[in-house]
């Protein structure tokens, strides 16, 4: 079974930058899926999708984050990383990552659910 940890979140003013982290533990080949995303939830919101990168190294990006995120990896290390510039204050929210099992952008076709990091965003 795959486990996924998020870290990296904190408090940056508007304007700012972040990097995010996932690690992987307890991973197989067969368990890697067809790529990793990123989601977020801000409060009294529903979850939504940020990004995603496949196996070929292609990537998507909601339209809110597009220009201002990206999505990398390094498969040596079992790790995804956001890099979130340009931050705003409508970015503040719990972000997780999770494994893709489809070729989908929506949540309920990805698992292995990390527990999350925040981030705030203040004016």
């Known amino acids: 079974q795959v486990q996924l940890v998020e870290s990296g979140g904190g408090l940056v003013q508007a304007g700012g930058s972040l990097r995010l982290s996932c690690t992987a533990s307890?991973?197989?080949?067969?368990?890697?899926?067809?790529?990793w995303g990123w989601f977020r939830q801000a409060p009294g919101k529903e979850r939504e999708f940020v990004a995603a990168?496949?196996?070929?190294?292609?990537?998507n990006y909601a339209s809110s984050v597009r220009d201002r995120f990206t999505i990398f990896r390094d498969d040596a290390q079992n790790t995804v990383y956001l890099q979130m510039n340009n931050l705003k204050v409508e970015d503040t929210a719990v972000y997780y990552c999770?494994?893709?099992?489809?070729?989908?952008?929506?949540?309920?076709?990805?698992?292995?659910w990390g527990e999350g990091t925040q981030v705030t965003v203040s004016s």
């Open positions: 307890g991973r197989t080949s067969s368990s890697y899926g067809r790529g």
């Open positions: 999770a494994v893709a099992r489809a070729l989908s952008l929506a949540s309920k076709f990805f698992d292995s």
């Open positions: 990168i496949w196996r070929d190294g292609s990537t």
